[in-house]
């Protein structure tokens, strides 16, 4: 049987993600070892915003399995629905964040705005590319 187009996107990110998570599970260790010694200190701010960071991994990780499942057909319409939602609002809100930065007075070297468009670009990349997802699903289901 033919994928649909939602499970092939659903592929495409999975595989994407398996890229991203070797240093962001590197990353993460650094992230909770940190948390840990400012829970120690007492340094609640410190703790807060690693496990915010704890947070944000834990949903991209959530959302891999999700990609995976999906990829091989293994998800009901709706949580399909709920996954390419939550990787619209996921790739959101760093992306809106990002746009503050185009309007404002940014003072960028060559170098910077090499990298700031390219991240940016792939977000909204993977927003268009959820969009589209979620279209195609809704219209295969209908």
């Known amino acids: 049987m033919e994928k649909s187009l939602s499970q092939r996107i659903a592929r495409l990110l999975e595989i994407i993600n398996y890229f991203i998570l070797v240093p962001t599970t590197l990353i993460e260790f650094f992230v909770l ?3 840990f010694i400012a829970l120690i200190q007492g340094q609640i701010i410190g703790f807060l915003c690693c496990s915010v960071i704890t947070a944000v991994y834990a949903f991209g990780t959530l959302l891999l399995y999700g990609y995976r499942k999906h990829s091989r057909g293994k998800m ?13 609002l996921f790739n959101s809100i760093p992306a809106i964040w ?10 960028f ?23 589209a997802a979620l279209i195609s699903t809704r219209h295969n289901f209908k």
Do not use: C, E, K
Not at 111 to 119: E, K, L, M, S, T
């Open 33 to 35: 070892g940190s948390s």
């Open 76 to 88: 009901s319409r709706a949580a399909v629905l709920r996954l390419w939602i939550g990787t619209i």
């Open 98 to 107: 990002m746009s503050s930065f185009l309007v404002g007075d940014n003072h």
């Open 109 to 131: 070297t060559n170098g910077d705005q090499f990298w700031f468009y390219n991240i940016f670009g792939s977000y909204i990349s993977v927003i268009l590319l959820a969009v």
